[in-house]
């Protein structure tokens, strides 16, 4: 399975920190892409960054990704209230593969 | 921004009705999906569409299921006879290319499905 897993489950921060989530999968990959799921919402597609890449900037998110270590993270800066979230990591060609995710809270 | 956009937002069905779930992929792309994620699961893939047709599906995607691409703009799901076990948001995707192949795959807003 490619399945992923995002580490922490939960994790709760104070505005303005930055928050810090991992994401491990099992197999070789093309690409993985980061999500972000608001309670009861669609999925909203943050970065994609591919196998050959080590490291990827938007905004305010920064994803890097270690092949070797089958890992990836994704740093949120000067988290805003509006980041509380779910987040995501999925890999997958036509088929993603989604972890259970992290539940990120920012707390004013 | 273009988007995959899905309705209805939210529909109740009773037990053993036909449900028709309804999607308009972005209008360059040429990959479909149906995901759908159970309240408090994951996200799971259901099926991908290509070319006018399946090209993957998973072992949820039984003969209750079936998709559509009636016309040139949208993309259907289709459930015959639905079960309470498919109470759950449903979510169309599309892409340019395969993921694999380095192609952002965008979802929609999700259809919540409740079966009653």
């Known amino acids: 399975s490619q399945q992923g897993e995002e580490d922490p489950q939960a994790l709760s921060i104070q505005e303005g920190e930055n928050a810090t989530m991992n994401c491990s999968y099992k197999?070789?990959?093309?690409?993985l892409q980061w999500y972000r799921q608001n309670s009861g919402r669609g999925l909203v597609h943050l970065i994609l960054?591919?196998?050959?890449?080590r490291e990827k900037h938007s905004g305010r998110l920064r994803v890097t990704l270690d092949t070797s270590k089958k890992s990836s993270s994704l740093l949120i800066t000067a988290s805003r209230a509006a980041d509380t979230a779910s987040y995501f990591c999925?890999?997958?060609?036509?088929?993603?593969?989604f972890g259970q995710g992290t539940r990120l809270t920012i707390n004013p | 921004e273009p988007e995959v956009t899905q309705t209805p937002s939210h529909q109740v069905t009773q037990m053993g009705q036909e449900v028709i779930l309804r999607c308009v992929p972005i209008?360059?792309?040429?990959?479909f999906y149906w995901y759908r994620q159970i309240l408090g699961q994951k996200v799971e893939f259901l099926v991908s569409?290509?070319?006018?047709?399946?090209?993957?599906k998973s072992e949820i995607f039984d003969d209750q299921f079936s998709v559509e691409r009636p016309d040139g703009s949208n993309f259907t799901l289709k459930i015959r006879s639905t079960k309470l076990e498919d109470s759950a948001m449903y979510f169309c995707?599309?892409?340019?290319?395969?993921?694999?192949?380095?192609?952002?795959?965008?979802f929609g807003e999700g259809s919540w499905l409740t079966v009653v």
């Open positions: 995707a599309s892409s340019v290319g395969q993921g694999n192949a380095g192609n952002t795959i965008y």
């Open positions: 197999t070789s990959i093309n690409n």
């Open positions: 960054i591919r196998s050959n890449e």
């Open positions: 999925a890999q997958g060609a036509q088929k993603l593969v």
């Open positions: 209008s360059n792309h040429l990959y």
């Open positions: 569409f290509y070319n006018n047709e399946i090209s993957e």
